[in-house]
């Protein structure tokens, strides 16, 4: 298999056509690895945790749970790994989601709240007004981002146009009333 190093690895993802894997350890470096014959491509140093790919590859984004300028967060060419923006107005963010068609990016994780930015150039577009967002993830149709903290449970946006008040679905059931069928 793969080893990247000893360090704990704080997040990983394969690139949407499943050739590459990007691997973020603890130390916040970032290796990219031909996955077929397991070979490093390069190491990236600097502010990197949690790591996602935009559907077409075209895009990733690179944060961490930490406040500037100790953490940051920003948008890379999915190739090349060439900064492409810094995101606006950062708050720390481990978990992150593109909507379907690449233009939303919505970011949430430990002390932050859920923030969506506009891929095109990083600039926060709305941030919640509720708690700490641990996860979050946009519907594959793009009409619905969803969020969802240890307090309050789920709250979904409408993510046709990030820039409109944000509203909490009626009628979702908090993280106490959901149940698995065994």
Excluded: M
Excluded at 11 to 18: C, L, M
Excluded at 69 to 74: E, H, K, L
Excluded at 86 to 103: C, E, I, K, V
Excluded at 157 to 177: C, M, V
């Amino acid at each position: 298999g793969v080893q990247t190093c000893a360090l704990p690895i704080s997040s990983i993802a394969f690139a949407p056509d499943g050739k590459r894997l990007l691997v973020s350890d603890d130390l916040y470096s970032l290796t990219e690895w031909d996955v077929a014959p397991r070979s490093l491509l390069r190491t990236l140093d600097g502010r990197f945790g949690g790591i996602a790919f935009s559907r077409d590859g075209k895009l990733l984004v690179t944060g961490s749970d930490k406040k500037p300028p100790n953490g940051a967060a920003a948008l890379y060419d999915g190739e090349t790994l060439v900064k492409r923006a810094s995101l606006d107005d950062y708050a720390p963010a481990f978990n992150f989601s593109f909507s379907s068609d690449g233009r939303w990016l919505a970011a949430g994780g430990h002390g932050g709240r859920l923030s969506v930015y506009q891929t095109s150039d990083g600039k926060r577009v709305v941030e919640s007004d509720f708690n700490k967002h641990l996860s979050v993830a946009f519907a594959d149709d793009g009409t619905l981002a969803v969020g969802a903290d240890k307090l309050a449970g789920i709250h979904l946006f409408d993510a046709t146009d990030p820039t409109r008040p944000e509203h909490r679905a009626k009628g979702l059931p908090k993280r106490s009333e959901l149940k698995i069928d065994q």
